[in-house]
């Protein structure tokens, strides 16, 4: 079935640091990617989405491409800022059909310190 | 901008005991969803709803979990008999029938079973 792999965390990194989060999948033909934050106290919100390979997702500074040749959807940020610190979770919709379930990796905490 | 609700924030109840958990999704979605957070883990699929009925479940998903679209507007998931083992954030999602492949999440209920 469908799966989701994401690095180990939590990740601590100064204000205004490279960011990168790692995200690999195991899924049939061509799903759609995405990466969902969860601030604190906060439900999931949809941070940016690919629906394609080579597909480039952004949103907020945040971006991540689709590259099917190493089923990977790394997620990445030039310059954190304090305001980022949340969970990060990777997730994906198979091909079974237009509105299949969303499988997701286990998330990620991210802390930006001043 | 049209976002799903779901109410309560937080319920407390005894093991053995009946809750339900409510949830209006966006208003001209079809589709809807439960997830849930235990503490720590992952999120995972319990259950989609299209066209008033079930479309998929997962193993989760026993006998004891039941979902309901009442009206046009909420949608319900029921635990019959509550365990400890349910205590976790519960998320309520809704996607529509354009095409587009995100799901939107309410902020979520966390229950606790005592």
């Known amino acids: 079935g469908d799966s989701v792999t994401q690095m180990e965390g939590p990740v601590t990194l100064s204000e205004e640091a490279f960011l990168t989060i790692n995200c690999t999948y195991t899924?049939?033909?061509?799903?759609?990617l995405f990466w969902y934050v969860q601030y604190p106290g906060e439900g999931l919100q949809l941070l940016l989405k690919?629906?394609?390979?080579?597909d480039k997702g952004s949103n907020k500074g945040f971006e991540a491409t689709y590259r099917k040749e190493t089923t990977s959807f790394h997620l990445e940020k030039g310059s954190v800022q304090v305001s980022d610190s949340a969970v990060y979770f990777c997730?994906?919709?198979?091909?079974?059909?237009?509105?299949?379930?969303?499988?997701f990796g286990k998330g990620i905490t991210l802390s930006v310190r001043p | 901008e049209p976002e799903v609700t779901q109410t309560p924030s937080h319920q407390v109840t005894q093991m053995g005991q009946e809750v339900i958990l409510r949830c209006v999704p966006i208003s001209n979605h079809l589709y809807f969803y439960w997830y849930r957070q235990i503490l720590g883990q992952k999120v995972e699929f319990l259950v989609s709803?299209?066209?008033?009925?079930?479309?998929?479940k997962s193993e989760i998903f026993d006998d004891q979990f039941s979902v309901e679209r009442p009206d046009g507007s909420n949608f319900t998931l029921k635990i019959r008999s509550t365990k400890l083992e349910d205590s976790a954030m519960y998320f309520c999602?809704?996607?529509?029938?354009?095409?587009?492949?995100?799901?939107?999440f309410g902020q979520g209920t966390r229950l606790t079973v005592v």
């Open positions: 690919a629906t394609k390979a080579d």
């Open positions: 709803f299209y066209n008033n009925e079930i479309s998929e």
């Open positions: 997730a994906l919709r198979g091909v079974a059909g237009a509105n299949s379930k969303l499988t």
């Open positions: 999602a809704s996607s529509d029938q354009t095409g587009r492949p995100e799901a939107f």
């Open positions: 899924a049939t033909g061509y799903p759609s």
